[in-house]
Every structure is written in C-alpha cells, then in structure tokens.
C-alpha cells in the first residue's frame, strides 16, 4: 500500500510546532506595536467583507492607523478590507484598510487581525480622532 499521505506527529514535534507558532505570533505582534500613533483599548462591533469573505467581529483596540479586530475568521494577511466600525456615541465609522498581521492561539488557530486604515477621508479622522479622545478620557474604574 506504500506509505501514508501523512505523519503523525509526536508530543514533542507537537509542542515544538506550537512553540514555533507561539514565537511567530509574537514577533508580528512586536512588529505590529511599531506603529506611529498610541494606541487606545476601545470595544466596538465590527463588520467588514474582503473580495472574498464577510467576517464579524470586535476590536480591542483603536488608534489613529489602524485596529485589531477579534475574530476566527480573519481575512488573509496583505488582503484590502472595507470596514464598519460601530463607535458609541459617533457614526459608524466606514473605512477601508489592508490586514497585516494574524494573531494566532497556542494551538496556531487564528485569533484576530491587526487592520491598517488606508486613504481616510479628513471626516473620517475626524469622527476616529473624536473617539480616541473620549475613549483617553473615560476612566476606567469608578469611585463607589
């Protein structure tokens, strides 16, 4: 019958994999944090399609150049995606962007995807830069 079309892999090669997964997603996230403006913890829904997917999800975080978006199904690295970003208390925010980066589980499962807006319209940076200011500006915590 010849030999099988696959290989199991062993505990070791298995943690080994996971190890080097777990060493990639960590150097693009180093890369992605090279970036030129802060960055704010901000939730907001997120819709957004590619030329070949519709995905869902939330950002975690917001800044003037781009965000990452929490989701399983991100689009592919390098690929231009059309967004619309829900910001409380603003106009949904609709702009487009190119995916740069993956974040990966232990596992090497898709997590999310850091989004670098691209061609913003002075509205739009506007609308985002109104709320990165107010989300600055909400405290975290509240005196009882």
Known sequence: MGQPAFKVASETEAQEMRDSLAEEA???EREANLRSSPRVG???AISGS???SFFVGF???LSEGGLFIATF???AVGERVDLSVDLEGAPALLVQGIVRWHRLSEF???TGCGVQFVNLHPDQEDILGGA???AEQT???YDL
């Open 26 to 28: 960590a150097r693009r």
């Open 42 to 44: 901000m939730q907001a």
């Open 50 to 52: 590619s030329e070949d």
């Open 59 to 61: 950002s975690e975080n």
């Open 73 to 75: 199904c991100p689009p």
């Open 108 to 110: 090497g499962e898709p």
């Open 132 to 134: 990165l200011d107010a």
């Open 139 to 141: 405290p975290l915590f």
